[in-house]
């Protein structure tokens, strides 16, 4: 009768140390794949901060080019002759003004509008 209870002790306390070491393999596993993924992460991050910055310059010149041009389009469009179509030389020097303003915006895709 006794050494039922110390097989079956021995059992159980050879289970539970199965399943400590087990667990204890698992979280080391888990805490080795999160820092992989926290590397990756710091990484794809550096390498996109400089491409951020170089959006956010052009979108910053952008929007004031914007605002300059938006001003002076109202002007025409509140014109009473806007039907007409001949255009004065302002309008052709806000044209090339827009067309300048477009191609000087850096750090876009879009290739250069052409002027005439």
Not at 66 to 87: L, N
Request: net charge positive; charged share 25%.
């Amino acid at each position: 009768m006794k050494w039922r209870y110390v097989l079956l002790t021995l059992v159980v306390s050879l289970s539970a140390t199965t399943l400590i070491a087990w667990r204890s393999g698992w979280n080391a596993h888990a805490d080795h794949v999160n820092a992989l993924a926290a590397d990756k992460k710091d990484k794809a991050n550096k390498a996109i901060q400089p491409v951020e910055k170089k959006a956010a310059v052009a979108n910053a010149e952008a929007r004031v080019i914007y605002r300059t041009i938006t001003r002076d389009v109202v002007k025409y469009v509140q014109s009473p002759d806007r039907t007409v179509c001949q255009f004065d030389d302002n309008a052709v020097q806000l044209r090339q003004r827009a067309i300048d303003a477009a191609n000087a915006i850096s750090g876009f895709d879009a290739g250069s509008v052409q002027g005439k």
